[in-house]
């Protein structure tokens, strides 16, 4: 193990496609449209996933999760969260926060806030207060203004145990 403090960053893009709602957070929010995705497309705990491996240079979720593997398909990401959470915690770490953002135009996201963040919370096994969300919109710029997907990064602070 190297030091005692590790910082992470993630990021992750979903395109919209045929359906009514989008999963974030592991929670299923009305939409007009749905992910296109191997997995459910939650870009949110996708990113989040990503920076807790990459704080350990563990590599990203493709490579523990292919998308290539149908044993994948259609996969709750809150499942892949924990198995990466677990691997966190193989390595001697926990996590002291997350701050997570997510851009789109739609859908709105502000109501969702506090469930959102209640529901990593309980995946990861940690205090709510721990979980940072904003959303936010790019100002109708990019393929996020155009609504053509959605984008999530976070950026995690994890310790040793």
């Known amino acids: 193990m190297v ?3 590790r910082i ?15 999963t974030l957070a ?16 939650d870009v949110v705990l996708h990113a989040l996933s990503d ?5 350990l240079a563990l590599g990203d979720i493709g490579q523990h999760f292919p998308d290539t593997d149908d044993a994948f398909k259609g996969v709750d ?3 892949l969260l924990k198995k990466v959470y677990q691997l966190v915690g193989e390595q001697g770490y926990h996590l002291g926060n ?4 997510v851009a789109c135009e739609r859908p709105k996201l502000a109501k969702h806030n506090l469930a959102m ?14 979980i940072g969300m904003k959303a936010t919109t790019t100002e109708q710029l990019g393929f ?6 959605i984008l999530a990064t976070a950026t995690v602070l994890i310790f040793a145990n």
């Open 51 to 55: 920076a807790l491996l990459g704080a």
């Open 3 to 5: 030091g005692k403090v």
């Open 77 to 79: 990401s809150r499942i």
């Open 117 to 130: 963040r209640q529901s990593i919370a309980d995946v990861l096994g940690v205090d709510v207060s721990q």
């Open 144 to 149: 996020t203004g155009r609504q053509e997907g």
């Open 98 to 101: 997350a701050d997570i953002t």
């Open 8 to 22: 992470g960053q993630g990021i992750d893009v979903h395109a919209f496609e045929a359906g009514d709602f989008v």
């Open 26 to 41: 592991g929670l299923k929010i009305p939409h007009t449209q749905g992910l296109k995705a191997h997995s459910d497309g």
